[in-house]
């Protein structure tokens, strides 16, 4: 994604004039960009509409910037302090799952029923049993918590003690039996549940 995301920028944005011609252009450049990039994924409307999303979100937030500092300051929410990265982690994490939604989508019509469901559905239900009539199984879900889990753990302590270092300086057996564990369960969970919704995305192109 570097290499293409540099092909873009050169080949694309830099060439409609990139930020040279104005404000508003330079919006216009930066949504063009996306949608291009969306339908070089796959030329469907789905993943149009996933670059578009993208790219609208990219401009909204650069259009916003200074309004949006000014309003979060007023809540004490500045770049930098926790609340700011839980805040923006929060909302950044939301919009690229929704977009998810149409590169994922067989169809464009099967995304606007994903998406319809998701407005219709009584999320009451997250906190009864009735969760477990949603595809995942009481087993699934309790791995799924315990996977993000261990996904933040790791986040954390790689920030604190750069994992791979402090691996490094282990004793050869216990370095031979983290990476065995690692790589058991990459294989294990890679294919783990159903064959058709574990295929690797982009074999489809």
């Known amino acids: 994604h570097i290499s293409l995301s540099t092909w873009f920028r050169d080949y694309v944005y830099i060439p409609l004039g990139g930020s040279r011609k104005?404000?508003?252009?330079?919006?216009?450049?930066?949504?063009?960009?996306?949608?291009?990039s969306g339908l070089w994924h796959g030329a469907a409307m789905t993943f149009l509409i996933w670059g578009a999303i993208h790219g609208f979100i990219i401009v909204v937030e650069k259009a916003?910037?200074?309004?949006?500092?000014?309003?979060?300051?007023?809540?004490?929410?500045?770049?930098?302090?926790?609340a700011s990265g839980l805040l923006f982690s929060?909302?950044?994490?939301?919009?690229?799952?929704?977009?998810?939604?149409?590169?994922?989508?067989n169809s464009y019509t099967d995304a606007k029923l994903l998406v319809a469901g998701i407005l219709k559905n009584n999320y009451i239900i997250l906190f009864t049993e009735d969760l477990y009539k949603l595809g995942l199984g009481r087993n699934e879900l309790i791995i799924l918590i315990l996977a993000i889990l261990g996904l933040v753990v790791f986040e954390i302590l790689n920030k604190s003690n750069k994992l791979g270092t402090l691996l490094s300086k282990q004793p050869i057996g216990f370095r031979w039996a983290a990476y065995i564990i690692i790589i058991m369960t990459i294989v294990i969970y890679g294919v783990y549940g159903d064959k058709d919704t574990s295929q690797f995305i982009y074999f489809q192109f």
């Open 22 to 36: 104005g404000k508003y252009r330079t919006y216009l450049n930066l949504f063009i960009v996306f949608v291009v």
């Open 64 to 82: 916003t910037l200074k309004t949006r500092k000014l309003v979060l300051s007023k809540v004490g929410i500045v770049n930098g302090n926790f």
């Open 90 to 105: 929060f909302v950044t994490f939301v919009i690229v799952c929704f977009a998810w939604i149409f590169f994922r989508a």
